[in-house]
C-alpha cells in the first residue's frame, strides 16, 4: 500500500482502507486457524500427583493424539492456586496457556484472596467443564473407628485432637472436610499441603488421621486396605464402593463433590475457544478417557463453554455460604 494518499478522493480512501482492513482480518484468521502451530502449555495448580494431574495427564494425552500439537503439564502449587492464576494472566491471550480450573480456584479464591491482582470472571473465560469426581472421606487405617457414625463420636471424644490434610487452602478437600465439620459438628485441625500428592504422602503414613480427596488418587489405597472410606460425597452410592455410604444417609442433603475445567485468557479468540471445547468433548468419548472415567466413578463433561460459565456461578454461591461459616482464611 504504497499509493500518495494525498493524491486519492475520500471513496478512493475509503476503498483502500477498506481493502487493507480486509487483508488484515484475513491475516488474523489465518494465524488463528492455524492454532495450534506448537505446544500448549496447561498450567495445573497444585504439586504433582493428585487429582488434578491425574485428570490432566489422561485428557492432555487424547488431545495430542487428536490436534497434534502437545499439552504440555506445568504443575504449579501452592499459594492457594494464586500463583497459577497470575502465571496464566502474563501469558499472551493466544490460546497456548491455559489453566486447570476448579472449585478453589473459581468459587472459593475470589471471597478469600480479594487482592490476588485478577477477576476471576472478567480476566479469564470457561472453555469447558471436564469432569465432575465425588469426595471420598477417607481415615488411616490404624484409627479405631469402623464407619462415619463411629468416627463422628471419635472425633467428638478428641476435640481438636485429629488432623486433617488437604491439598492446600480452599482446595476441594478442603472444602469438603470444611462442609462435613459443619454438618457434624465435629472439630479437626487443618494441615494444608501443596497439592494432594504430598497430602497423601503423609496420609498414607499416617501423619495425618483424616484426608478427603477424589476418587482418583484415594481408590487404590482404599482397595489395598492403607486407609478405610467412611462415605462418598455423592448422593447415591457408588459402582466402585459399593458398601460404601453416601454422607447423606447419616446427614440427609449433604453433598459434595470434585470438578475440573479448563479456563483462558480473556481476549482468547473465540474460534479457539470454541476448537479447545469441541476437542475436550470429542476427548471424553475417547474409549480410553470413557474407561478411566468409569473405574474412577466420575461424570464426564465436554459441554459449551457458556454451560461452564453457568455451573461455575452457581458454584460460587453455593460455597460463599461454607467459607462464610468456617471462616476459611488465605493459608
Known sequence: MNQDLSKLDRRGYLKLMGAAGLAASGVAAQAQSAWPNKPIRWIVPFAPGGTSSIVARSIAAELTKQIGANFVIDNKGGGGGVPA?????????????????????MAVNPLIYPDAGYDVNKDFVPVTLLNRIPSLFCVHKDVPVTDLKSFVAYAKSKPGQLNYASAGNASAGHLAVEALKLKTGIFMTHIPYRGTGPALTDFLAGRVDFFSAGTPALLPHIKSGAVRCLGVGSPKRLARLPDVPPVAEFYPGFETEQWYGIHARAGTPQAIITRLQQECAKAMKAPDVMAKHDAESATPGGGTPKEYGDFVAKEQARWKEVVIKAGIKPG
Open 85 to 105: 492464576m497470575q502465571e496464566l494472566m502474563r501469558a499472551p491471550a493466544d490460546g497456548y496457556t491455559i489453566v486447570m480450573s476448579h472449585i478453589g480456584l
